[in-house]
């Protein structure tokens, strides 16, 4: 029987939508000679290119959810806990084929790590802890707009419980950023490591030839082009306050352009009660207020062509929650954006006003929209603070010279650790 050192180093990535947080790592792995395998729902694996072709992808059957008299509280643990139990007969099948990984690296949102340490006692096991909910000081209870009840608070406090018991077979684990990190609890912390997923800030960089074709006209960094990103169109991520500043800031920048860049679902909270969408809502809110041939809904867009709206912005503002800091801002403070973020702790972890970038009061329409055309009326002369900010980018969160070999170090089965 060969020694773990005398073959390539076995790797198990556990994701239920691979490959998630982890397609750098992976990939990174897989071209360096190791062996790399990921488990993923088939339903969402099946339908992305893996990072590799080296990397053999698994799939698991989608699980049952919780049960229609489950308590309310406790739907989510029961679906993780089926979530759990069913990659487990997945892990399990794959070691009766022989499969023995010597590192196992879960993201334990969904449940997907409650039993692995059972299938794979020997191996190391490394959590990506993403996000720990809490009653205060966080997403819950933050924008009155939206507010939370009683119910929500307790949810939350069990919402808790799946990273609680997957945290006990972990022997390592990995967290973004400094306030993410900061938010698990104190006895944690012992475990975990600061690494970002890291910004490819080689591909992702100023190009002052793109170009972007929309509304039949092209725009180019010449233009005042205002450029607003999520994944989906939603409050956590400002969008409502955005909305509202949408009429301001066209009414004082009369030639600015707005291109807005996402999708109508709903990744965090709860979808609106009387629209399709938040889009469809803020939308018929303007009413008449807005000339609709300068505001344009992009959608999802392909990568490359989500990184030319970033090349030709003027101004990118991202607003957030005290929540998940998006990889989008760092993506376009890379690509020499002018970013004005929301005075939220996400955010200044990273954008020191003035300096890198510029922020505003999350909540404030009126000012966001006031600091914007202000910083659109000067922006040739906040060239400096672009270029700053793609210096942050560049030396905090590059991907190839920075986070990617502490996270390999990290990924050893016997690491050393700094």
Known sequence: MPSTRSRRTRY???HQNFPGQFP?????????????????????????????????????????GAGSHTHQYLRGLEAHVRRGQTVLRACLSLKRQGFQPDVVIAHPGWGEALFLKEAWPQARHIHYLEFYYQTQGADVGFDPAFPDSLDDRCRVRIKNATQQLSFEAADAAISPTAWQKSRF?????HKIHLCHDGIDTARIRPDEKAQVQVGGQTLTREQE??????????????????????????????????LIVGGDGVSYGKPPADAASYREQYVAAWGNSVDHSRVHFLGHLPYADYLRVLQISAL?????????????????????????????KPVREVIRDGDNGFLTDFFDAQALASRAASLLANRQALTPIRAAARETA??????????????LDLLAPHPILT
């Open 12 to 14: 198990l990535f556990v």
């Open 24 to 64: 750098h790592i992976a990939r990174a792995l897989a071209e360096r000679g190791d062996e790399v395998m990921a488990l993923g729902e088939t339903g969402n694996v099946s339908r992305r290119p893996s990072p590799h072709p080296r990397i053999k992808t698994v799939g698991y059957p989608a699980p049952e």
């Open 185 to 189: 609890p104190p006895s944690w912390q």
């Open 225 to 258: 082009v205002v450029t607003f990103v999520a994944r989906n169109l939603e409050p956590y991520r400002g969008f409502h306050t955005f909305m509202q500043a949408v009429p301001l800031i066209l009414e004082q920048r009369p030639q600015a352009h707005i």
């Open 316 to 344: 990118h503002v991202y607003l957030t929650y005290p929540f998940v800091l998006s990889w989008s801002m760092l993506e376009a403070m890379s690509a020499g954006c002018l970013v004005l973020g929301s005075d939220t």
């Open 394 to 407: 560049c030396t905090t969160y590059d991907l190839q010279g920075i986070c990617l070999p502490r996270i």
